[in-house]
């Protein structure tokens, strides 16, 4: 049945509509935000300080706000309100506690609605397709389910330390393949020998492409949303992403769809694609859910892994002291006739204090990946809006003198004499709440092991320039923008004794012949 409107129907209609607006940028004047930066009219509310330097890293931006405003700021983007938080305990009492309504994401035209349709869980909408989402990464990554890869990381990382050997000045893309590697395996069941092949050539692309797309407030349409009302044919922002959607949809199915092929030949290794194709495990998702789902671990678990391995090596260049603490613990519980291995954590208690204090010292993500509210909440007197995005950032966090005392200095020992839950399991550098990083243990494994071994072999030590006088890399350079890795640097690995050599490559064979399943 056709249904017509009067002039009098269409204008009780535009009067609720402007009535409706009206109260919510009444209640938005009235309520009490928390302070901040507020953008002039001219700069059309966009923040002058973010869009000065667009390629700027944002938390140094929010360091400097939260020094002159306190703990809680907010500042608008666009028309959208974002709250930022510099210190930890605000930080769960809202992401963690109130988790039921602080646990989306931003809305990101770009990135996630564009380029993604909704599909990537780092940038996934809370709700019902998150949650399940969200429980195949779970199943996959928990404590538990994480043991289970412990045995392929040893193996990886013993082909890592025999290619440091072989090739030193390579380091970063010998650590690149050992991560990557890793979350291929636990995605597909298959490792990767060789950065070259075009499966991870075109991985990196579509994750180089995702980091682009979400950078805060570089995008148009991400601060003006009602673009989107514009005739399609106008607009010109969504062309690419679109293009770029429909090939990284394309790539995702296809490596979901050789694990199917495997199954059905009795071949495949278990993994995350695996037991999505297994019958009841699905959890109602589509094909083209679940193939997302399980290529979330190449998405956040790559340059994470490459960048956290990487600036614990910046950092024992800068702190060879500690190095050699750490080597002696090493040396007195494993001797030199083995590498470390996993059941000998528990006698490193201070190689485990090290690796926090290297996650803290330097963290990856230092302003965190941000959340969204989906209710208006009230915390300390301020009002925080639904809608709101939520940055956490993590960088002031680490350095909050209350939590780390003499914060500039590194030292692990901070993480042997506490008492405090918070940093006996220090789970800080990977988030909060119903988002915290659902690789976190497989992540630790990797990074322990390979800090392990690698002091366990090596003597780190500066490059030498023409003079023979020892070059350390600066701590300033960074590149990167959710996640920050150092700039190139170079430096020395030096066998510390003769026959580590040997270990390395008696412990390299056999790595290869136990890959072979995994090939
Ligand atoms: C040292 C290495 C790593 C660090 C520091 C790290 C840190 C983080 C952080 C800060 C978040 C956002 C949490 C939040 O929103 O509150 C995150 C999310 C995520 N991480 Fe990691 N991560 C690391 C390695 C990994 C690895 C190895 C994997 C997979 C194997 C992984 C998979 C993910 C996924 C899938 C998400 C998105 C979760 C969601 O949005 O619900 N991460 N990570």
Redesign the pocket.
Known sequence: MAVSYNTADLLVLAGVVVSLVAVRLYQLRSRKLPPGPRASFWAFGVNKALRKKPTEHVWKTFSAWGKQYGPLISYYLGNKPVIVITKADLAWEL?EKRGDIYSD?PRQVMAQELLSRNLR????RYGER?KKL?TI?TQG?SGHQALTYRQMQTYESAVLMRDILQDPAAISTHIQRF?TSI?FS?SYGTRIQNLDAEIVENNNLAVNHASRYMKPGAYIADTYPSLLWLPKPLQWFRYEPERLHKWMNELYIKLFREVAVKMENGTVRECASSRALTPGKSLGLTETELAWAVS??F???VD??KA?SLVFILEMLHHPHIMKKAQEEIDRVIGDKRMPAFADEDQLPYLAALMKES?RWI???PS??P?AVTKDDYFNGYFIPKGATVF?N?RDMMYDPELFPDPEVFRPERFLDTKNPRLIDFNL????????????H??SQ??WIFMARLLWAYDILPALDADKKPVLPDLEAFVGMLVVQPARFECRFVPRRPDVVTVIEAEGLEADIELKAWD
């Not at 869980?121 to 996934?124: A, E, I, P, R």
């Not at 990977?430 to 990083?437: E, L, P, W």
Request: with cysteine.
């Open positions: 992401l994401r869980l780092l940038g996934q998150f969200r990464q990554m991560a979350v636990i979330a671990p998405t956040a678990g994470t892994t956290s996650l963290p990856i993500a965190g990946v959340h956490a993590l550098p990977f988030g909060f709440g119903r988002r915290i990083c659902p690789g976190l497989v992540a990797s990074l």
